[in-house]
């Protein structure tokens, strides 16, 4: 009977590590392809990839519970031999990962339950877990499964549709504003909406808020000869205004313009 036990665990295990075994190639395939050919992957091809890896870790899982598979809870590990020494067979079988079989490598390599660092995490997160009321914790499950479905809803749009999406809506949002493009050329054309005041101290000293339109020196007396070419120079002479008589011909250009009317030439 124990004979037979015996066999059953041995094939189990043969079964358990080809299928393991297959695990792993898929896996480092996989790594292969992620690490060399990421820039000609497809996303099919990565899909097909994730699926293969699923079904073969469903597989590995309906073996570990199968009625014929031995229970291997049950089974107990014990190390025969520890030595601090190379051992070429053990890094042959696990691949140059663990080179030797000593008192360090032996806790972490067959331990069956965590770090007492993670069981003291685990203890602290089911109390936090256990002080949540049910009502809280259905709104904070509702809460996720939104935005997981969000999420989902997102990811599975086309990127086509998206990449439209954002071009239509970057056409039709207009780029200025019609009201203040308008503002602007009523102002430079109409001066519309332009301040009339000055500043203190700007004003000439002629009528209030009206500018001096010559800057020349000021006209005392004006010559006039006897051709009337000298009478259109005479016009086109510009004279100010006297300080302190706004709005007054001076009396100089009076004067002038008389004699000149009573010359012999222009009668």
């Not at 990449?163 to 054309?189: C, H, I, M, Y």
């Not at 709005?247 to 004067?255: D, L």
Request: some cysteine.
């Amino acid at each position: 009977m124990q004979q037979r036990e015996e066999k059953q665990l041995e094939a189990s295990l043969e079964s358990l590590h080809a299928r393991v075994a297959h695990l792993k190639g898929s896996l480092q395939s996989f790594i292969l392809k992620l690490e060399n050919e990421h820039d000609r992957l497809a996303w099919p091809s990565v899909l097909d990839n994730f699926a293969l890896l699923s079904g073969q870790l469903n597989t590995i899982n309906k073996v570990l519970k199968n009625e014929k598979t031995p229970s291997y809870r049950s089974q107990v590990i014990i190390p025969l031999l520890l030595s601090p020494d190379r051992d070429e067979e053990l890094v042959k079988l696990t691949e140059q990962r663990v080179p030797v079989f000593s008192h360090e490598i032996v806790p972490d390599h067959l331990r069956t339950k965590p770090d007492p660092e993670v069981e003291e995490q685990e203890k602290h997160l089911s109390a936090e877990a256990a002080r949540i009321g049910p009502e809280v914790a259905q709104k904070q499950i509702q809460t996720l499964n939104k935005l997981c479905s969000n999420l989902l809803e997102k990811l599975n749009n086309p990127r086509d549709d998206r990449d439209s999406e954002s071009s239509a809506l970057r056409q039709n949002k207009p780029s200025f504003n019609p009201a203040d493009t308008n503002a602007l050329v009523a102002a430079v054309g109409f001066g519309k909406g332009l301040s009339k005041c000055r500043p203190p101290g700007s004003v000439p000293p002629g009528h209030p808020g009206q500018p001096t339109m010559s800057t020349g020196p000021t006209l005392q007396q004006v010559t006039i000869a006897g051709t009337t070419g000298h009478q259109a120079g005479m016009g086109g002479q510009v004279a100010q205004q006297q300080p302190g008589q706004p709005g007054k011909m001076p009396s100089s250009i009076k004067t002038n313009i008389k004699s000149a009317s009573m010359h012999p030439y222009n009668r």
